[in-house]
């Protein structure tokens, strides 16, 4: 059975471990060759290093290679449409859309415009189902929690530019469906009350959540999306939301400092932390190629 993962929204408790299950496997090293001559289609509207050469990789490691359809260089420049872009590298033969967008909502219309499965890599503000995914399964390796994903327990800090996050959505909503505690921190032009109705805490005083959280995942300051209006300036910023030195000294003994990536180094972030001992960025790069290689192989039905 193929099937497409648009967001985690949708998705109850036993369908996101099913996922994680996969990427498990894929760490064992038993999905390696598991789909040989595969080819995926990476269609990405918007820029990417992370998502898009972690599929690449995911998919030789399954046996197969990935086509990679960036926006510039496209006939997306002289009008053509995402889902006819879609369709027209589905009459060539693949097996799997990886798509990006700008826009919420486009991975769901090729979804249905398609037949094989669509995993969205990131859709405007809307959802990263697979950053999600390794962003879970970073914490599970670091807090012991691999056999079972269940996160009761854990308290992730989540900080900064939620308002303008994928990342951050998608990361609540698989939290808090695997029992764990999410607190959405940061001033209220970018992480406003209204969060709440995803089941987490909301709070602008990062300082006192800090001493209370397992995990801190600092976000980046999306000004592409208009986030610099909420930012009166660095100095400001920093003063209140920073990652510094100083305040991982504050973190609770084992307490760990994620980042999906990009990072403003110095604004949201500061080197000292970001390749200190707290941080596992690199850990949760390393688990991405090994949770997209669990969804490849789940999305065309190699794993149940
Ligand atoms: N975390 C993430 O989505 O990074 P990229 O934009 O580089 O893919």
Request: neutral net charge; proline residues 0%.
């Given at each position: 059975m193929s099937r497409s993962l648009l967001?985690?929204?949708?998705?109850d408790a036993a369908e996101i471990r099913a996922w994680l299950r996969a990427a498990v496997r894929a760490a064992a090293g038993e999905l390696d060759g598991a789909l040989p001559g595969l080819l995926i289609a990476n269609l990405f509207f918007e820029d990417s290093t992370r998502t898009r050469l972690s599929f690449s990789v995911a998919a030789h490691r399954l046996g197969g290679r990935a086509l990679d359809l960036s926006?510039?260089?496209?006939s997306i420049q002289k009008g053509e449409t995402a889902v006819d872009t879609a369709r027209n590298i589905e009459a060539m033969g693949v097996s799997a859309f990886v798509v990006r967008s700008r826009e919420a909502g486009v991975p769901h219309m090729i979804d249905s415009a398609v037949a094989p499965p669509v995993l969205n890599a990131g859709d405007g503000r809307h959802e990263h189902p697979t950053q999600a995914l390794l962003d879970i399964y970073t914490l599970a390796e670091a807090f012991g929690?691999?056999?079972?994903f269940d996160l009761s327990g854990v308290r992730v800090a989540i900080v900064g530019d939620?308002?303008?996050s994928r990342v951050a959505r998608s990361d609540v909503e698989g939290i808090v469906a695997l029992g764990g505690e999410a607190v959405c921190v940061g001033p209220p032009a970018l992480a406003p009350p209204a969060l709440a109705s995803m089941g987490c805490t909301v709070t602008d005083d990062l300082d006192a959540a800090l001493p209370e959280a397992d995990a801190v995942v600092m976000l980046r300051i999306q000004f592409e999306r208009g986030a610099g209006s909420a930012v009166t300036s660095p100095e400001n910023y920093r003063a209140g939301y920073a990652m510094t030195a100083e305040r991982a000294?504050?973190?609770?003994?084992g307490a760990i400092v994620m980042h999906p990536g990009p990072i403003n180094r110095g604004l949201e972030l500061d080197s000292a932390v970001a390749d200190g001992p707290r941080s596992v960025i690199l850990r949760q790069v390393a688990n991405g190629v090994t949770v997209r290689t669990g969804a490849l192989a789940r999305c065309l039905g190699v794993v149940d």
């Open positions: 967001g985690l929204q949708s998705l926006a510039a260089g496209s929690r691999l056999d079972g939620i308002a303008n000294e504050r973190l609770k003994e």
